[in-house]
């Protein structure tokens, strides 16, 4: 990348920049006859030195010039006008003044236009190129950058240097063209007042410069501690765990304070400085025209200046100061950008820099499945200069299971990112299938390897978008486009080539679906069944699809079945005589095992407006309330939860089970019901104010009679919440329709999860073992049906947020391998992949694996040097060094580094 911003402006925008001069140097000489054209208004037509006498006539747009004295000298009149008396040469010049003005507008639009494009294609090119290089970054790299500060640096930083970059030449031109044009006519009327005109530009664009260079340092200051504030707040919010257990919280205010207090002195200095030089600046713009009407009333009075000329020149100069200030603006704009442009690539500027060529999008020869991998005197040397890994050379047939062992810091790690190249070697080389894959293109290791480490990172899609990401290599088959999306395409496609950012089409058919052995996206999902089976996580999955609500894109198809399931579901619970270990809903009844918002809606939420956290202080809920007198009795219940919530809770510490289990207060909102039942005592219930009176009610719509047993709703009560339900429903205005699906027991309900509309109903509460009774009867008919791999599919839809933290952390890394066996590569590389499991899970998860993989090459390193017993070969590691290899059996035997790995001391 160009170390400088000219440079990057010079090489990317040359062409677009000198397109736009013609339109400027358009606009400097209209800008200059819409200046002198006052001047001819009032001498010629108002003051009349044209119209000696009332018949007289003048030519309008006669125009003539004087032949040089070579070619005979003499005036030339080509064209001699038009003859109009005093009124209409008056509007003519008027009307062509206003004609300058249009189109001196127009050219303005034009140039401010193509500028704005101009820039917002270079800051597509610069953002383009720097997420580039984060992709071509050396994996090490990464451990000295954070990511927050890479994200605000493209997206933040780099924001000015777009609006600048359409400025960079054409401003100056422009804005320097208007100021001396300007200065020029002032000059041509009067020496002296151009000089004076030209002595406070002089001072200006000299003085303020100097006066800005402190603000300058302050700008780089201030870039730079934002930069470091947005990294610890990402610091924090990773950390956030840590912080909470060792009760630092008070200790990061402190800091977080610091660093603000430390910010707002150097903006403080920024601004103080700023406005003091716009101040200055501002004064001598003002002081011009006071001299101006001095001395040139005074030329005026003597005659030495007239009355047209002298308007002229104030009107000239009332255009001066802004490009003037415009200029100094930008010349403060360009050393500003500078430093960020320049900060900015320091950053992004890496020796080790991957070259561009290893990541291209080029065709490969197939997948070697035969062979062996070839490793020959391996050596790795890390950023503090120890060698990491050192002459290590070995060979595997592609059909064996290989084991990394080893203690900590032995290595087996570094050499599973070697062979998976995710980093190069220092030296040596590694062979596949007579391939070089120290020089090989990522569009083959891509392919041939699949690597697993610990933790993985999930990507915050949907389960099965985390698991087919290995499978998107390049575009299989582009995608077809008619109308208005081809023209939108074809623009996207241009601007693409313009800006230097790559053409390919994110729309395309990116899956591979022939490297996970399918044929289409029919056999995908039986193909990731099949590994999720393997690593032990379609149980899990098929649990997240049970919880998952599916919209009505899924077709009737699915309703029917789903309601299929309901029905089959009732009849097998009747069979077993246990239909009333779950209780219905019931238009005529109120769900004991349901909250009372539940009972209240009688229907499920969509979005937030009926959220169980939201009815108290949603209007229509409040009409419904106080209709049917309602309010006042559930203001006494709330009072009455909240005394008893603080008495039995304020004791407990943070996090306790039965905060989670009992109570509708979070430990730390107790303090606030605690200040509320005190105004309560002061004022009662009828003098609290609105925020007290939703806190209240709020409490008492998370009851369930069955669950809480605390005696606050009676049958009366509940009587009176049907009637509530059905004024609800009655009277619900048409504008919130859509904002509840009420419960119907003949239709398949698109807001609540599968399971909820399988079951229609609660599971009682009390009822020893019915929940996990009632799931079992639930996946059995499930399975008689034939539609766990419809439900299973359902949950692969499931979103597992940012780095996948709405998964458990075993099922991240199961996604992790599920991932990488479903792009069947040649040589499956796990970096202590199965770590985080407990033993037993890593065992069972070590064989399915194994056999899954039996006759294709595995390299594992494992975190139990016990666990090699079931590998052809084991590989032991030791401070970066080959200490043995071979079998398990006989390694075992001897005295080596695996028998005391295996027999700790």
């Known amino acids: 990348m160009e170390r400088t911003l000219f440079k990057f402006i010079t090489r990317y925008?040359?062409?677009?920049?000198?397109?736009?001069?013609?339109?400027?140097?358009?606009?400097?000489?209209?800008?200059?006859?819409?200046?002198?054209?006052?001047?001819?208004i009032i001498n010629q037509a108002i003051q009349g030195h044209s119209f000696p006498n009332p018949d007289s006539v003048a030519s309008f747009l006669r125009f003539s010039f004087t032949l040089p004295a070579l070619l005979g000298g003499g005036r030339v009149t080509p064209f001699d006008g038009f003859e109009l008396s005093r009124l209409p040469y008056l509007f003519a010049l008027c009307v062509t003044f206003l004609t300058l003005i249009v189109i001196n507008g127009l050219l303005k639009l034009r140039i401010n236009t193509m500028k704005g494009w101009l820039g917002e294609r270079m800051l597509r090119r610069l953002r383009f190129q720097l997420f580039d290089h984060i992709l071509r970054f050396p994996l090490p790299r990464f451990r000295r950058v954070k990511a927050a500060e890479m994200a605000s640096m493209i997206k933040d930083e780099i924001e000015p240097l777009g609006g600048f970059i359409g400025d960079s030449v054409i401003t100056p031109l422009f804005l320097g063209g208007q100021a001396l044009t300007a200065l020029f006519f002032i000059v041509y009327q009067n020496i002296a007042l151009g000089m004076v005109a030209l002595g406070v530009v002089a001072v200006q664009t000299v003085v303020i410069p100097k006066l800005r260079r402190r603000l300058l340092f302050l700008a780089k200051a201030r870039q730079l501690g934002a930069r470091q504030l947005a990294g610890r707040i990402a610091e924090c919010v990773d950390g956030v765990a840590e912080i909470h257990a060792h009760g630092t919280s008070n200790y990061e205010r402190a800091e977080f304070s610091d660093r603000l207090g430390r910010l707002f002195r150097i903006r403080f200095e920024f601004y103080q400085r700023k406005f003091f030089i716009k101040f200055l600046n501002n004064f001598l713009s003002q002081m011009t025209p006071f001299i101006f009407y001095s001395i040139g009333g005074y030329l005026v009075i003597v005659g030495r200046l007239d009355i047209g000329a002298l308007v002229a020149v104030i009107a000239a100069y009332k255009d001066l100061p802004s490009p003037v200030k415009e200029l100094i603006d930008w010349d403060q704009r360009r050393l500003d950008v500078s430093i960020k442009y320049s900060q900015v690539i320091e950053q992004f500027t890496v020796e080790d820099l991957m070259p561009t060529a290893v990541q291209d999008m080029v065709e490969v020869p197939a997948v070697p499945r035969e062979g062996v991998l070839r490793a020959a005197n391996l050596t790795l040397v890390d950023e503090s200069g120890a060698k990491a890994i050192e002459g290590v050379s070995f060979e595997i047939p592609l059909h064996e299971h290989v084991a990394l062992v080893g203690g900590h810091g032995s290595g087996t790690t570094e050499l599973a990112q070697l062979v998976a190249r995710l980093v190069f070697p220092t030296n040596g080389s590694l062979e596949i299938g007579g391939i070089d894959v120290t020089r090989a293109p990522e569009a083959l290791t891509g392919?041939?390897?699949?690597?697993?480490?610990?933790?993985?990172?999930?990507?915050?899609?949907?389960?099965?978008d985390n698991l087919i990401y290995g499978l998107k290599h390049r575009p299989i088959r582009e995608a077809e486009y008619e109308g208005e999306a081809l023209s939108a395409r074809r623009f996207q496609l241009r601007e693409a080539e313009r800006t230097g950012t790559p053409l390919y089409d994110i729309n395309a058919q990116w899956v591979d679906?022939?490297?996970?052995g399918v044929s289409g996206p029919d056999e995908m999902d039986a193909r990731i069944l099949e590994v999720l089976h393997v690593v032990d996580l379609d149980e899990a999955i098929f649990e997240l699809g049970l919880r998952s609500a599916v919209d009505e894109s899924h077709g009737e198809a699915l309703r029917d079945r789903m309601l299929g399931a309901r029905e089959a579901m009732r009849e097998r619970l009747e069979s077993l005589n246990i239909q009333d270990w779950v209780e219905r809903f019931d238009p005529a009844q109120y769900n004991r095992n349901a909250t009372l918002a539940e009972n209240l809606l009688f229907g499920t939420p969509v979005g937030r407006t009926f959220d169980i956290e939201n009815l108290a202080a949603n209007a229509y809920v409040r009409r419904v309330l106080d209709e049917t007198g309602l309010t006042d009795e559930l203001l006494r219940i709330g009072h009455k939860v909240a005394e008893t919530m603080v008495e039995l809770f304020s004791g407990l510490p943070p996090g306790h089970e039965f905060f989670e289990r009992f109570s509708f207060i979070r430990h730390e909102d107790l303090p606030s019901y605690q200040a509320l039942l005190a105004r309560i005592l002061e004022s009662g219930l009828k003098g609290i104010g609105n925020a007290d009176r939703d806190q209240l009610l709020a409490l008492p719509f998370k009851l369930s009679p069955a669950?809480?047993?605390?005696?606050?709703?009676?049958?009366?009560?509940?009587?009176?919440?049907?009637?509530?339900?059905?004024?609800?429903?009655?009277?619900?205005?048409?504008?919130?329709?859509?904002?509840?699906?009420?419960?119907?027991?003949q239709r398949y309900n698109t807001a609540a999860s599968l399971q909820d509309n399988i079951l229609f109903g609660k599971i009682v509460t009390g009822q020893?073992?019915?929940?996990?009774?009632?799931?079992?009867?639930?996946?059995?008919?499930?399975?008689?049906?034939?539609?766990?791999p419809l439900v299973t599919s359902i949950g692969l839809d499931y979103q597992v947020g940012t780095g996948g933290a709405r998964l458990a952390a075993a099922d991240r890394q199961k996604v992790a391998i599920a991932r990488a066996l479903l792009k069947r590569p040649a040589v499956l590389v796990l970096d202590h992949a199965a770590a985080i499991l407990d033993p037993a899970s890593q065992s069972r998860a070590l064989g399915r694996v194994l056999d899954y993989r039996k006759g294709q090459a595995v390299i594992w390193a494992l975190s139990r040097a016990e666990f090699s017993e079931r590998f052809d070969k084991v590989l032991v590691l030791e401070r970066g060094k080959l200490a043995e290899h071979g079998a398990f059996e006989s390694l075992k035997c001897t005295d080596g580094l695996l028998h005391k790995l295996l027999n700790p001391a």
């Open 768 to 788: 020893a073992e019915a929940a996990t009774r009632i799931g079992a009867l639930l996946r059995q008919v499930l399975d008689e049906l034939g539609l766990r």
């Open 707 to 745: 669950r809480h047993r605390l005696g606050l709703l009676d049958d009366a009560l509940q009587a009176r919440v049907l009637d509530a339900r059905r004024y609800f429903a009655q009277h619900l205005p048409e504008n919130l329709t859509s904002a509840v699906e009420f419960f119907d027991p």
């Open 13 to 40: 925008s040359k062409r677009e920049q000198l397109l736009i001069v013609p339109f400027v140097v358009a606009s400097m000489v209209v800008y200059f006859l819409s200046l002198d054209l006052p001047k001819t």
């Open 447 to 464: 392919r041939t390897f699949a690597y697993v480490g610990t933790p993985s990172y999930l990507f915050p899609l949907s389960v099965r």
């Open 513 to 516: 679906y022939d490297a996970a």
